[in-house]
Nanobody, 126 residues
């Protein structure tokens, strides 16, 4: 089974930046990041498909967050800029341990082959 190792996260003031990294034990075509704030459901933040050519972002992060991947290192990176208190949440890396015809939030959530990381906390203070 694929293993995911997350790094990054932490605390930052509003307007600041953070970078999250997720290393998978092997190449995974569909990878991405979800987040869950206290009292809220987990939501998709950004996902990236094979070769990094297809990406999907939550409307709330478009223009501020960028997802990318390094296939040689089986790593996906989420660069987060212009952070605000509303971005405070536990961030989870996700990867689908199987081929999928497309990579988006719904596919990641529905797939029975999705593996989740342990999560890394992001806290943004105003």
């Amino acid at each position: 089974q694929v293993q995911l190792v997350e790094s990054g996260g932490g605390s930052v003031q509003a307007g600041g930046s953070l970078k999250l990294s997720c290393a998978a034990s092997g190449y995974r075509a569909c990878m991405g990041w979800f987040r869950q704030a206290p009292g809220k459901e987990r939501e998709g933040v950004a996902v990236i498909g094979t070769g990094g050519g297809r990406t999907h972002y939550a409307d709330s992060v478009k223009g501020r967050f960028t997802i990318s991947r390094d296939n040689a290192k089986n790593t996906v990176v989420l660069q987060m800029n212009s952070l605000g208190p509303e971005d405070t949440a536990m961030y989870y890396c996700a990867a689908i341990d199987a081929w999928v015809p497309m990579c988006d939030f719904a596919v990641v959530v529905i797939s029975t082959r999705t593996v989740w990381g342990q999560g890394t906390q992001v806290t943004v203070s105003s």
